[in-house]
């Protein structure tokens, strides 16, 4: 993903062939967009199918998200839900329970 300050006439917003532009907490973004040919391996299935999982789940608590992240992404480009999102994926899926678990049980 690359940033910019301006295109070249002016901020650039939208989608050109499989590139995207668009602005995100003030700074124009490009990213492209490509899809894999490939079928998808166990693995990655699997982070597919845990960011399903904690995205849904996080959904229905999108206030108080917003209240308790907030001050974690004072200063940088995240957003409270971002935040959120990525401290719940890493600690409370069963996956990382069950790792959890089998490290405590020793």
Do not use: C
Request: aromatic share 8%; hydrophobic share 35%; glycine share 8%.
């Amino acid at each position: 993903m690359g940033t910019q300050k301006d295109g070249l006439h002016g901020p650039v917003e939208g989608r050109i062939g499989n590139l995207v532009h668009y602005v995100l907490n003030g700074k124009n973004v490009s990213r492209l967009i490509g899809r894999s040919t490939k079928p998808a391996s166990l693995k990655q299935r699997a982070v597919r199918q845990r960011m399903k999982v904690v995205t849904e789940f996080l959904r229905s608590t999108l206030y108080y998200i917003n209240l308790g992240f907030a001050t974690e992404v004072l200063g940088t480009d995240k957003n409270p839900h971002n935040a959120a999102v990525s401290y719940n994926f890493t600690h409370a899926t069963v996956e990382n329970i069950l790792k959890y678990k089998s490290i405590t049980a020793r």
